[in-house]
C-alpha cells in the first residue's frame, strides 16, 4: 500500500516538476527509531510515513546513539533547503558521500537513502518500483 499511496504518487509529482526544470530532491528514509523500551512496540511497524519528522526537527529526548548524527544530517539538508533551495548534507561523518542530487530522469531519479549507520548512507534510483507504479497505474484505470 505505500507504493500506491505514497512512493508511486511521489514520482509522478517529482517527474512532473523536474521535466519542467523545478529543482526537485528526494529521498527514503530507512531508519527505525530506536525508541525507549515503553515504545518499543512502534519497532513493529519498521519504517513508516512520518517517521523521520522527529530526525528533521532533532528532537533529541527521542534520539539515541547514531540517531543524533542522523538527525544534525538531515536538520542541516532540510534547512539549508529551506534557506537556499539546495540541501546541504556537508557533515564528516558521511566522509566524501555530500551531494544530494537532483532528482530528473537524466539523474536516473535519484534519492538520498537515510539510514543508520550513517556510513552506510547511499543514492538509489526510483526506477526499482516502476513495475509496481506500473500495476497500480493499471488498477486505477480499470476502476475509471
Known sequence: M???YFQCPSVSLALAYSKR??????YR?????????FLRLYRKLGVFHFSEVPMI???KAFLFGEE???ARIANNAWTSFAAR???DMDYDE?????LWPLYSEKNKRANVVFQTPIISMYTESDERRDEKCSLWKAIERKRE
Open 29 to 37: 528514509w530507512n531508519h527505525i527509531l530506536d525508541l525507549p523500551h
Open 85 to 87: 533551495g539546495v540541501p
Open 68 to 70: 543524533r548524527i542522523l
Open 2 to 4: 505505500a507504493d500506491r
Open 57 to 59: 526537527f532533532t528532537q
Open 21 to 26: 526544470k523545478v529543482p526537485v530532491y528526494k
Open 94 to 98: 558521511l566522509g566524501d558521500y555530500e
